[in-house]
T-cell receptor, first 117, second 116 residues
Framework: GAGVSQSPRYKVTKRGQDVALRCDPI?????LYWYRQALGQGPEFLTY????????KSGLPNDRFSAERPEGSISTLTIQRTEQRDSAMYRC???????????????FGNGTRLTVT | AQSVTQPDIHITVSEGASLELRCNYS??????LFWYVQSPGQGLQLLLK??????LVQGIKGFEAEFKRSQSSFNLRKPSVHWSDAAEYFC??????????????FGKGTHLIIQP
């Protein structure tokens, strides 16, 4: 597609339920990133992939959070046993190449607004 | 580890007036620097980026930013703002190493309000 697509746009779930957030990056983009953005804050890094390999998951808050990108394209961020503090905007971004390190700009999706009640 | 500070949480500017949004970064070497804009209900859109070379970079929508190494700053400017510029603006720094998390580190953002 033309841009990064995330679904659903909004997700309301009850505490204790599992949720899966989907990201479809720009076609051909090698790297895929997940960020979390709390209200009034900037995006915070969670994890990223080059192709299907998860390169860094140091930003995942705890072991309830996991992510996968099995075929190097679409990615899923899963939160198990959700808690109210997980409520935030979850943003996905993709980047064309890895070769420039941090220099190649990230292209962001519109995000998934997660509310845990 | 790199970090970004945006000292102004809110900025109010009259339509047609000039704008400067401040950004200071902390990084061990010359970083990659970015400004993104986030409109309500939208994703983050890249305004401009600095990689190397000319320290004054031009972006979309009439924005520019100047990299000042001595001040560790990358302030965003626009000569004359329009009501449609009202949004949240994020400064970000990217590591040059390419290793580890070579994503971006964002500041907390500056909320720009345009007065008629």
């Amino acid at each position: 597609g033309a841009g990064v697509s995330q679904s659903p746009r909004y997700k309301v779930t009850k505490r204790g339920q599992d949720v899966a957030l989907r990201c479809d990056p720009i076609s051909g983009h090698v790297s895929l990133y997940w960020y979390r953005q709390a209200l009034g804050q900037g995006p915070e890094f969670l994890t990223y992939f080059n192709y299907e390999a998860q390169q860094d998951k140091s930003g995942l808050p705890n072991d309830r959070f996991s992510a996968e990108r099995p075929e190097g394209s679409i990615s899923t961020l899963t939160i198990q046993r959700t808690e109210q503090r997980d409520s935030a905007m979850y943003r996905c971004a993709s980047r064309l190449s890895t070769g420039q390190g941090g220099g190649s700009p990230l292209h962001f999706g519109n995000g998934t607004r997660l509310t845990v009640t | 580890a790199q970090s970004v500070t945006q000292p102004d949480i809110h900025i109010t500017v009259s339509e047609g007036a000039s704008l400067e949004l401040r950004c200071n970064y902390s990084y061990g070497a010359t970083p990659y620097l970015f400004w993104y804009v986030q409109s309500p209900g939208q994703g983050l859109q890249l305004l401009l980026k600095y990689f190397s070379g000319d320290t004054l970079v031009q972006g979309i929508k009439g924005f520019e930013a100047e990299f000042k190494r001595s001040q560790s700053s990358f302030n965003l400017r626009k000569p004359s703002v329009h009501w449609s510029d009202a949004a949240e603006y994020f400064c970000a720094v990217g590591a040059k190493s390419g290793g580890g998390a070579d994503g971006l580190t964002f500041g907390k953002g500056t909320h720009l309000i345009i007065q008629p």
